[in-house]
């Protein structure tokens, strides 16, 4: 069975210093990776995705995340964080060659970025 | 363009009632979920549906139903709510090929009394 671990419920940063959030996954193939955000009262939307190839993708609002395969660990990353990004993120991994076919989702990470 | 759009935004229900939340997507997608979702678990398959005409069940489907109406509609049923089931529902909808990435709904929040 895949799965998906957040280690950290809250991130704090200040506001211009570089943040991480943290994931790591288990799944038996090859993994689809994914991060979402969430802002309050609203749906789930995508940031990034790494499906194969290099290993650093960029995704929306300067986002970007390293999947690092001897680890299982897929870590959002921005260089410079803004105070608009405080929001929930929340990481998914599919393994596609799976029948279920279905996203797993991590628990999520509150970021909070301090003005 | 509408994306995936939930009906209704809010729902309170008093324990044994029925309802279902309906989940329309205009984007042609074949795939379709509902997830609850709940503080600290992050979200839950409830069921999907990978196909027209076809329903699986996901994580933690007891106590709901779905239909797959047609290609743009998926519902999701309560027959006899219960307090457990307090949550917020977002619907989902996935394109095939290479843009595996689902797509969400504003979410439906549920409250069982």
């Known amino acids: 069975a895949q799965s998906v671990a957040q280690p950290e419920d809250q991130v704090n940063v200040a506001e211009g210093n570089p943040l991480t959030v943290k994931c790591t996954y288990s799944v038996s193939g090859n993994p689809y990776l994914f991060w979402y955000v969430q802002y309050p009262n609203r749906g789930l939307q995508f940031l990034l995705k790494y499906i194969t190839g290099d290993n650093l993708v960029k995704g929306s609002y300067g986002f970007e995340a390293e999947f690092n395969k001897s680890q299982t660990s897929f870590h959002l990353k921005k260089p410079s964080a803004l105070v608009s990004d405080s929001a929930l993120y929340f990481c998914a991994v599919r393994d596609p060659s799976g029948s279920a076919r279905q996203l797993t989702f991590g628990s999520g990470t509150q970021l909070t970025v301090l003005p | 363009n509408a994306g995936v759009t939930q009906t209704p935004k809010f729902q309170v229900l008093k324990t044994g009632q029925s309802m279902t939340l309906q989940c329309a997507q205009d984007m042609n997608h074949n795939s379709m979920y509902w997830y609850r979702q709940d503080p600290g678990m992050g979200l839950r398959l409830i069921y999907y549906s990978a196909s027209e005409g076809t329903t699986d069940k996901g994580e933690v489907p007891n106590g709901y139903n779905v239909s797959r109406l047609n290609k743009r509609e998926f519902s999701l049923r309560l027959e006899s709510a219960a307090p457990s089931q307090t949550s917020v529902y977002f619907c989902?909808?996935?394109?095939?090929?290479?843009?595996?990435?689902?797509?969400f709904g504003q979410g439906t929040r549920l409250t069982v009394v």
């Open positions: 989902a909808s996935k394109p095939g090929g290479a843009k595996p990435e689902a797509f």
